[in-house]
């Protein structure tokens, strides 16, 4: 089935932990995102990547850093977990910067 | 810069309620306007969309008019089930921008 797989579903991390959340999608999109979402807050956008081999900041990239090294996989790294990151964060795609967005399941992500 | 801003929640009906969430935004240029709903433990999906001004999105019994005039994207639905329980989002897009600009999200519960 076509879409946007994220790994792992949920995930518990020490404070100071290095962590890297997966996401691979198949529909050959080209531009990707990571969101947060935060209760009250909506979702915000950590980084984005319009074509593959480019990437970019959104609203609250601190603490977060991505690469876009093919069309499928965008992966985002924490490179010391802080909780201030615990959140659930969502990956999505669309075929370009004006169409609309397709979601992945989200990753529940824990910093104690 | 664009934001979205969503009447808030939570909002709480019984069945064959008529609902109206209210969405506003500020935008440079002229948006894509949006609302996404979030069903319980998922990611989130694409309900509508209007691309330009009068435009009307519609799916699922749910409806959304563009108004420019009053920057406005209000969802509405004649008769609301409980399996329309579900977290509400409004967004935006402009073509500059390219990403998704969220609200804060409405939650919404229909009692049978």
């Known amino acids: 089935i076509a879409g946007i797989t994220q790994a792992p579903t949920s995930q518990i991390l020490a404070a100071g932990r290095r962590m890297t959340l997966r996401c691979t999608q198949d529909?050959?999109?080209?531009?990707m995102y990571w969101y947060r979402q935060d209760l009250g807050l909506g979702l915000r956008l950590i980084h984005y990547?319009?074509?593959?081999?480019?990437?970019g900041k959104g609203e609250v990239p601190d603490g977060y850093s991505v690469s876009r090294a093919n069309t499928d996989d965008f992966p985002l790294t924490l490179a010391s977990a802080v909780p201030s990151q615990t959140s659930v964060y969502f990956c999505?795609?669309?075929?370009?910067?004006?169409?609309?967005?397709?979601f992945g399941q989200g990753t529940r992500l824990t910093v104690v | 810069g664009n934001s979205v801003t969503q009447m808030e929640g939570p909002v709480t009906l019984s069945e064959e309620a008529f609902l109206t969430i209210n969405c506003t935004y500020t935008?440079?240029?002229?948006?894509?306007l949006f609302w996404y709903v979030q069903y319980p433990g998922e990611g989130l999906q694409l309900l509508l969309k209007?691309?330009?001004?009068?435009d009307k999105g519609s799916n699922k019994g749910f409806e959304a008019t563009y108004r420019k005039e009053t920057t406005s994207f209000h969802l509405e639905k004649g008769s609301v089930q409980v399996s329309d329980s579900a977290v509400y989002f409004c967004?935006?897009?402009?073509?500059?921008?390219?990403?998704?600009?969220f609200g804060s999200g409405t939650q919404l519960t229909v009692l049978p």
């Open positions: 999505a795609s669309s075929v370009d910067g004006n169409t609309e967005a397709f």
């Open positions: 209007a691309t330009k001004a009068d």
């Open positions: 967004a935006l897009r402009t073509g500059s921008a390219r990403q998704l600009t």
């Open positions: 935008a440079t240029g002229y948006p894509s």
């Open positions: 529909m050959r999109h080209n531009a």
């Open positions: 990547s319009n074509t593959a081999g480019t990437t």
